[in-house]
C-alpha cells in the first residue's frame, strides 16, 4: 500500500527498526549519514537500498529539512555505493518513490539503486 508522504515521521516504520539494528538487513555500507542494503525482493541483478541515517519521510522532507552536511552526507553515500559495487563502467539508475503516484511504500527515505543489466524503459507503460 503507498503511503501518504505528507504524513509525520512514523519511527515504527521498517528501515527505522533496520537503523536501531531491531531487524536485519543485508549492509554494504555504513557510515554517520547513510545505510545501504541490499533490497529484500530485488528487481535487478543489483538492488540496493541507500537511507540517511536521520528521520526523514521522504525525498521532500529531506530536501526541505535536512541539513547540507546531511545532504552531502547522503549524496556522497549514494556515489561510493555505486562505485563500490562497480556499476559506475556499465552503468545504473536511481530512483526515490514518493506518496501515492509515486508508489512508496516505506515512509524512510530511500534511493533505489539498480544495475548490473539493461534496465529498460525509465516507466513501465
Ligand atoms: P518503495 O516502494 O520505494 O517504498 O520501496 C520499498 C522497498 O523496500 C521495496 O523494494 C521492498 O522490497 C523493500 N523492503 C521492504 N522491507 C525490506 C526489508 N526488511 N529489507 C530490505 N528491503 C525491504
Known amino acids: ?22 531487524i536485519p538487513c543485508n549492509k554494504v555500507f ?7 542494503f541490499h533490497d529484500i525482493a530485488p528487481q535487478a541483478p543489483v538492488h540496493v537500498l541507500v537511507i540517511p541515517t536521520g528521520a526523514y519521510v521522504s525525498w521532500d522532507d529531506f ?7 546531511e545532504i552531502a552526507g547522503f549524496v556522497r553515500a549514494v556515489g561510493h555505493v555505486a562505485r563500490e559495487q562497480g556499476l ?9 518513490n514518493l506518496g501515492a503516484d509515486g508508489g512508496q511504500e516505506v515512509p ?3 534511493v533505489h539503486l539498480f544495475g548490473g543489466a539493461p534496465l529498460g ?3 513501465a507503460r
Do not use: C
Request: no cysteine.
Open 121 to 123: 524503459r525509465m516507466i
Open 30 to 36: 555504513e557510515d554517520e549519514w547513510a545505510l545501504a
Open 1 to 22: 500500500m503507498p503511503i501518504d508522504a505528507t504524513q509525520p515521521y512514523d519511527p515504527n516504520n521498517v528501515f527505522a527498526k533496520i537503523l536501531r539494528g531491531e
Open 108 to 110: 524512510h527515505l530511500h
Open 88 to 96: 559506475v563502467e556499465p552503468g545504473y539508475r536511481l530512483l526515490a
Open 63 to 69: 530536501s526541505a529539512r535536512a541539513s547540507a552536511e
